[in-house]
T-cell receptor, first 114, second 112 residues
Framework: KAGVTQTPRYLIKTRGQQVTLSCSPI?????VSWYQQTPGQGLQFLFE???????NKGNFPGRFSGRQFSNSRSEMNVSTLELGDSALYLC?????????????FGAGTRLSVL | QKEVEQNSGPLSVPEGAIASLNCTYS??????FFWYRQYSGKSPELIMF????GDKEDGRFTAQLNKASQYVSLLIRDSQPSDSATYLC????????????FGKGTRLSVIA
């Protein structure tokens, strides 16, 4: 079974631009979560989508948005990029198990904002 | 504010020793507990999950959970240099419906 696929792997943008990242979950997984990882803050939750609906949202400004399509693929968008948005953006897909929601991560998209 | 705390390390252990990684969490309603390993420049990789109090063993790895003390740990027996990585503890409040809360990770260095 193919894993979680994130594209692109690397991006370089300048301040003020916008960016769209893509995530294809493991086949059969309906939940997709997005995280931002920086050296100082660790892994911070952005949002989660389930069946095309945003189910949970973290504490990020409205410049960060996302969506999910009927095939469970998800995109996240960051508008008006700031230097502080430079980070590794990780997508994780999950499927409920008997006791919890096990998340499997993609390789990530490394975004550099200049 | 739900928090997961880990010692940032680095934790240095000699090859062949037992590495003990610890994690505490603030939310008493937490139900599911996960350990991920992250190599430098890579994404997190699931090592183990545990839901019930006690120990859970998988190969060289043992996860230990004590809900009364709000404490979860990961033991790595016969540590190898390839185990050198950052280990992330993650906690989930209720199965399936709430996001994982991650600690900032403990960096483990296994010295040959």
């Amino acid at each position: 079974k193919a894993g979680v696929t994130q594209t692109p792997r690397y991006l370089i943008k300048t301040r003020g631009q916008q960016v769209t990242l893509s995530c294809s979950p493991i086949s059969g997984h309906r939940s997709v979560s997005w995280y931002q990882q920086t050296p100082g803050q660790g892994l911070q939750f952005l949002f989660e989508y389930f069946s095309e609906t945003q189910r949970n949202k973290g504490n990020f400004p409205g410049r960060f948005s996302g969506r999910q399509f009927s095939n469970s693929r998800s995109e996240m968008n960051v508008s008006t990029l700031e230097l502080g948005d430079s980070a590794l953006y990780l997508c994780a897909s999950s499927s409920p198990t008997g006791g919890g929601n096990i998340q499997y991560f993609g390789a990530g998209t490394r975004l550099s904002v200049l | 504010q739900k928090e997961v705390e880990q010692n940032s390390g680095p934790l240095s252990v000699p090859e062949g020793a037992i590495a003990s990684l610890n994690c505490t969490y603030s939310d008493r309603g937490s139900q599911s507990f996960f350990w991920y390993r992250q190599y430098s420049g890579k994404s997190p990789e699931l090592i183990m999950f545990i839901y019930s109090n006690g120990d859970k063993e998988d190969g060289r790895f043992t996860a230990q959970l004590n809900k009364a003390s709000q404490y979860v740990s990961l033991l790595i027996r016969d540590s190898q240099p390839s185990d050198s990585a950052t280990y992330l503890c993650a906690v989930n409040e209720s199965p399936g419906n709430t996001p994982l809360v991650f600690g900032k990770g403990t960096r483990l260095s296994v010295i040959a």
